[in-house]
Each structure stands twice: as structure tokens, then as C-alpha cells.
T-cell receptor, first 111, second 116 residues
């Protein structure tokens, strides 16, 4: 089993719709979880950290399920500008470590 | 405020040549990471440094790869000799881990390497 797995998509979603992605991780010792956004031919940029209690930032909501070892990202009222690849990332030691990334989920928002 | 700076942005070289990639982290950051991204394997951690000291190089694919951080503001990733399968985008990232609090990794724009 790969360390971090994501559905590569693409997810084709109409503008204004709600879309959700999941990401599973294999290392139960993982401490910190993140969603990154990567635009075509650009570097990854942090979208949001994922906390145990779940967290929301505007139209974006992230959830963590430690028992099932997955994290999720929900995007509400999707915009054309949300089109990108979304990478989930995990690290083991709560920060003092490099990140293990999934391969990303490609999202296309259609007008 | 300058972000992570990488050079060159693009590199095309021939198999067997030495390639040196450069990174300047964000000033004051104490962690520096080198990642490689390919379509097949995604984004992979190669090596990371804390206060200029290499901590984990288990992701470095082979002895052809080496990385150094001679001071807090500069790091290099060297491939010698280069092979076509090394073609990828190489990202450098830095982070400040202050007081044990996890903080964001900031990525540089990457170096797109093509080995012919």
C-alpha cells in the first residue's frame, strides 16, 4: 500500500457545485496533515492544515479521520479559479520532518 | 519579502554531464527540503536539512545525487553523472519550526531539468 493515496481524477465539476476529495495514509504514526494546491507548472502552495477537530477556511473544509486514516477536503460553491491539482501531505513528527505527498487530484471547474 | 529562490529555472543537459541546482531559503528559516516531482512518482522528498545539517537523505535515489548546505542561506543539489531518468522538476522548500510549532513549508518555483 502506498503511503499516501489519492484519486487522480480528473474531477469535472460545474461552477457553483460542491466537490469533495479524500486522501488515505498508511502510517498510523503520522502527526500532521495538509492540503496543498498546485497550479499547472507552478510550485505547491499550502491551502490549509488539517486539524483533528476539522477546520474551515471560507469555502474550504478539511476533516481528519484517524481511525480510518484518511483526510478529506470539501470545496463549496466552486469557482473557475479553483481548477488546480490538490495534493494531500502527511508528516510523521509534527513538523520536524519532510512531507510525504499524494500524487494529487486534478480538479476542473467548468463554466 | 523574497520567497525561496531557485536557480536555474530550466536546465537542459546531456546524459553524463554534471548538474548543479541551487536554492536560497527564506531568511531565518531553519529547515530546508529538496523534493523531486515526476508524473510517474509524484512529489518525493529527497533530503532535508536542519540548521544546515543533513537530517534524512533516505530519499536520495543513488550515489549520483548529493546535496550540501554550506550556510543558512544556500544549498545545492548535484547530480553527477546525470541520466535521462533524472528529468523532473526539482523543488526546494524551507520552513521555520519555531518553539516546536509546525509551520508552513514554502516552496520555491522549481528547476525543470531535462536530461537528453
Amino acid at each position: 500500500r502506498k503511503e499516501v493515496e489519492q484519486d487522480p481524477g480528473p474531477f469535472n465539476v460545474p461552477e457553483g457545485a460542491t466537490v469533495a476529495f479524500n486522501c488515505t495514509y498508511s502510517n498510523s504514526a503520522s502527526q500532521s496533515f495538509f492540503w496543498y494546491r498546485q497550479d499547472c507548472r507552478k510550485e505547491p502552495k499550502l491551502l490549509m492544515s488539517v486539524y483533528s477537530s476539522g477546520n474551515e477556511d471560507g469555502r474550504f473544509t478539511a476533516q481528519l479521520n484517524r481511525a480510518s486514516q484518511y483526510i478529506s477536503l470539501l470545496i463549496r460553491d466552486s469557482k473557475l479559479s479553483d481548477s488546480a491539482t490538490y495534493l494531500c501531505a502527511v508528516n510523521r513528527w509534527g513538523g520536524a520532518d519532510g512531507l510525504t505527498f499524494g500524487k494529487g487530484t486534478h480538479l476542473i471547474i467548468q463554466p | 519579502d523574497a520567497g525561496v529562490i531557485q536557480s536555474p529555472r530550466h536546465e537542459v543537459t546531456e546524459m553524463g554531464q554534471e548538474v548543479t541546482l541551487r536554492c536560497k531559503p527564506i531568511s531565518g528559516h531553519d529547515y530546508l527540503f529538496w523534493y523531486r516531482q515526476t508524473m510517474m512518482r509524484g512529489l518525493e522528498l529527497l533530503i532535508y536539512f536542519n540548521n544546515n545539517v543533513p537530517i534524512d537523505d533516505s530519499g536520495m535515489p543513488e550515489d549520483r545525487f548529493s546535496a550540501k548546505m554550506p550556510n543558512a542561506s544556500f544549498s545545492t543539489l548535484k547530480i553527477q553523472p546525470s541520466e535521462p531518468r533524472d528529468s523532473a522538476v526539482y523543488f526546494c522548500a524551507s520552513r521555520l519550526l519555531a518553539g516546536g510549532r509546525t509551520d508552513t513549508q514554502y516552496f520555491g518555483p522549481g528547476t525543470r531539468l531535462t536530461v537528453l
